[in-house]
């Protein structure tokens, strides 16, 4: 379901009803390689790419990040597949492309960024789609670290988020 009427985000990625997930992650890792490899963003004047290592099951480990999620924090090979991540796999690219927009439809982009170590991290929060996309800066171009709608499990940090940058 979406929040906004954004002229710009496209709509979700739905699976359909009797097809497989290795046919609806087939679907979707067209995409992925459509949106982050092969015709890459730009945020800031960079390129934006995906995390390619490690590889599983000839896929890059950035693409099971956005389509699946360890509910448990136990490791890779327990991740899951995600559906809210899933279906919104393909905005990714807007949501980083527009970040800046200001048409009345897409109001709410907040982004903000902090220094994670050695990377700087870049988070844009869609706050009404309760959607994020989260880059790291590297020399020359940012990377994708994760993607995701903000459900109930993430309400806390939506909020502490909204309550930290909303009204800058």
Known sequence: MRGTNCRWLPK??????SEKEEDYLNRLYIIFCNDLKAHQPLFKGLRVGCRHYPEINGREEG??????????????????LDEDRCERLNWIKPVIENYGCSDSCCHRLLTWSESRGRYERTWI??????YIVVLDKRKGYYVVVTAYYIDEEHEHEYQRY???????
Do not use: M, W
């Open 125 to 130: 929060l869609f706050v009404d789609e309760r």
């Open 12 to 17: 979700l990625i739905l699976r359909k009803p």
């Open 162 to 168: 909204l309550a930290q940058h909303l009204s800058k």
């Open 63 to 80: 693409f099971y990040h956005l389509t699946s999620c360890d509910y448990e924090k136990t490791g890779f090979e327990n991740r899951e």
